[in-house]
C-alpha cells in the first residue's frame, strides 16, 4: 500500500476531489469521535451534533473563518478545490456552500496525508465553533 506523502503526490494531479473525498472521512471521524465526549449519551444526540456540524453550510463557514491563516500551498489547495465541477451538490445546501465545503474537505484531506497534526487539528476544531 502506498504511504500517505506519495499518495498525496498523486492526487495533487487530480482535479482535487478525491482528496476532498479523503477529506470529508477525516472531518467526519473527528465529528463522531467528539460528540461522543458530550455528557448526553444518546444516539438521537450524537447524531444530532455530528450532522449539524458535517454539513456543507458548517463546513463553508469554518473555511471561511480559517481563510486568512492559511498559507501559499493550502490557499493552492482551496482555490482549486473550489474551482472543483462535482456532478452533483448537496441537496440542502447553496452551490456556493457545497463549493467552499469541496475545499475544505480538500484542506482537511491534504493535511491528513501531509501529516501535518498541528494544522489538521487547528481547522478540524474550526468546524466545532
Known amino acids: ?14 482535479n482535487l476531489l478525491p482528496l476532498a473525498f479523503l477529506g470529508d472521512s477525516v472531518h467526519t471521524l ?15 444526540s450524537y447524531n444530532s451534533f455530528s450532522s449539524s456540524k ?3 453550510q458548517n463546513q463553508a463557514f469554518a473555511l ?11 490557499l493552492e489547495i482551496v482555490r482549486r478545490a473550489r474551482n472543483a465541477k462535482p456532478k452533483h ?10 463549493s467552499f465545503a469541496t475545499a475544505y474537505e ?10 501535518d497534526q498541528d ?3 487547528e481547522f478540524l476544531n474550526s ?3
Open 1 to 14: 500500500m502506498e504511504n500517505k506523502k506519495s499518495l498525496l503526490e498523486k492526487l495533487l494531479k487530480t
Open 30 to 44: 473527528f465529528v463522531r469521535e467528539k460528540s461522543l465526549l458530550k455528557d448526553d449519551a444518546k444516539m438521537a
Open 54 to 56: 458535517c454539513k456543507a
Open 64 to 74: 471561511k473563518q480559517i481563510i486568512d491563516r492559511l498559507n501559499e500551498d493550502e
Open 89 to 98: 451538490h448537496a441537496k440542502n445546501s447553496t452551490s456556493a456552500d457545497y
Open 106 to 115: 480538500a484542506l482537511i484531506g491534504y493535511l491528513y496525508l501531509k501529516e
Open 119 to 121: 494544522r489538521l487539528i
Open 127 to 129: 468546524s466545532l465553533e
